[in-house]
């Protein structure tokens, strides 16, 4: 059973989810808000497995109210579900914690498959989120596997020798494969891999 938290101000969106939540077996809708402060204390309550958040509440705005949530509740995801088609506040919603966002332009279909996905912590995103945010296709299916490995280890706070040593690959190996990897995902610090090596569960919290 997927539990599901709804907030959104306007009443007919929130009934527009309900109906279409309620014809699957499977979801549970276990809260609902109009307005960001009430979401993030009754979401914390329920500890829900998905909180499909709009970004324009009243109150405490959805970019913080997921960061609240998220901080309170690191179990639940948030599916930003908005009709904001605007890069800067998609990519300042995934800094607060989002893994999935949605424009309200999209099909029931492609909610429910947000909503699988997300409940099975992966993340989800409409196709014109995915052009905007990553040029058109997903960067992290290109990283190789050992990019992918020393990313991890840079976020568990190894540095570039020890992981090295870790490997048993030279100093020049690690840092060549760290830089394309952070190059591959328009990573620019050591704290934004680290962002990312959490939103991905890459490291645990």
Known sequence: MVRVFLADQHVLIRGGLRTLLRARSDFFICGEADNGTEAVKLAIQAKPDVAIMNVNLPGTNGIEATRQIRK???????????????????????RA??????????SDEQIIDAIDAL??????????????????????SHLTGRERE???????????????LMLGVSLSTVEAHRAAGMRKLQLHSVAEVVRYAIRERLIQT
């Open 150 to 164: 020393i990313l991890r280890l840079i976020a568990q706070g190894r540095r570039s020798r020890e992981i090295a």
């Open 97 to 106: 914690g989002a893994r999935g966002y949605l424009l309200k332009s999209v």
């Open 72 to 94: 309170a509740t690191p179990h639940t995801e948030i599916l930003i579900f908005t009709a904001e088609d605007d890069e800067d506040i998609m990519r300042e919603c995934l």
């Open 119 to 140: 409940a099975q912590h992966r993340g989800y995103y409409s196709g014109s989120v995915t052009e905007k945010l990553l040029g058109g296709h997903d960067r992290r």
